[in-house]
């Protein structure tokens, strides 16, 4: 997420952080509660700072953990670089019913080489959730938005593309300041 930062720093500030497994250069994840705790907390000291809307991004599991916190926290939305809608890669370990609750806009950016999301399986996804959903499709990109080289376009033109789509989103995203009361 490091690259990421500075990229999207373009767009407005960025605070970055790991989960305890990743500190620890544990390999196996840390359980869902714990990953959704530590994504509140730092969640919370960001708050402290600021109040202004936030907008939670993650790549992979750290946007799927966005997506669940964004369940219980107001927060204007929910950016997901390369969601990983089945685990492993196995269409029968689907990590969709977080999505079909979540009530937060969100703007998944997907690559069509992506092996943990494929693009026929979130749109189905997509057809049953009931918030504002938007999708970023990243022609020849894998599950790291990293794509191989054609047509006169190298990995940073696509990655400023990217920035430029998430600009776009937060930008047409209403800012209530609290997004989740009504």
């Given at each position: 997420?490091?690259?990421?930062?500075?990229?999207l720093?373009?767009?407005?500030?960025?605070?970055?952080?790991?989960?305890?497994?990743?500190?620890?250069?544990?390999?196996?994840?840390?359980?869902?509660?714990?990953?959704?705790?530590?994504?509140?907390?730092?969640?919370?000291?960001?708050?402290?700072?600021?109040?202004?809307?936030?907008?939670?991004?993650?790549?992979?599991?750290?946007?799927?953990?966005?997506c669940?916190?964004?369940?219980?926290?107001?927060?204007?939305?929910?950016?997901?670089?390369?969601?990983?809608?089945?685990?492993?890669?196995?269409?029968?370990?689907?990590?969709?019913?977080?999505?079909?609750?979540?009530?937060?806009?969100?703007?998944?950016?997907?690559?069509?080489?992506?092996?943990?999301?494929?693009?026929?399986?979130?749109?189905?996804?997509?057809?049953?959730?009931?918030?504002?959903?938007?999708?970023?499709?990243?022609?020849?990109?894998?599950?790291?938005?990293?794509?191989?080289?054609?047509?006169?376009?190298?990995?940073?033109?696509?990655?400023?593309?990217?920035?430029?789509?998430?600009?776009?989103?937060i930008?047409?995203?209403?800012?209530?300041?609290?997004?989740?009361?009504?």
């Open positions: 997420m490091q690259s990421w930062k500075q990229r720093s373009e767009i407005g500030e960025v605070e970055t952080f790991d989960y305890d497994y990743m500190r620890e250069s544990r390999r196996r994840p840390d359980p869902l509660p714990k990953l959704i705790a530590t994504h509140r907390a730092t969640l919370a000291s960001v708050r402290a700072k600021t109040d202004a809307p936030i907008f939670l991004i993650g790549k992979s599991m750290g946007g799927r953990i966005g669940h916190v964004a369940l219980e926290e107001d927060v204007a939305g929910v950016i997901c670089l390369g969601y990983p809608l089945c685990g492993g890669g196995d269409t029968s370990k689907m990590r969709d019913e977080v999505l079909r609750h979540l009530r937060r806009p969100i703007l998944f950016l997907q690559g069509t080489r992506d092996p943990l999301c494929p693009l026929e399986l979130l749109e189905q996804v997509r057809g049953q959730m009931m918030t504002k959903h938007l999708l970023y499709v990243v022609e020849g990109g894998d599950h790291s938005l990293r794509v191989l080289v054609r047509g006169g376009k190298n990995q940073a033109d696509v990655d400023q593309e990217i920035v430029d789509a998430i600009g776009l989103f930008r047409e995203t209403p800012m209530d300041r609290h997004p989740g009361r009504e």
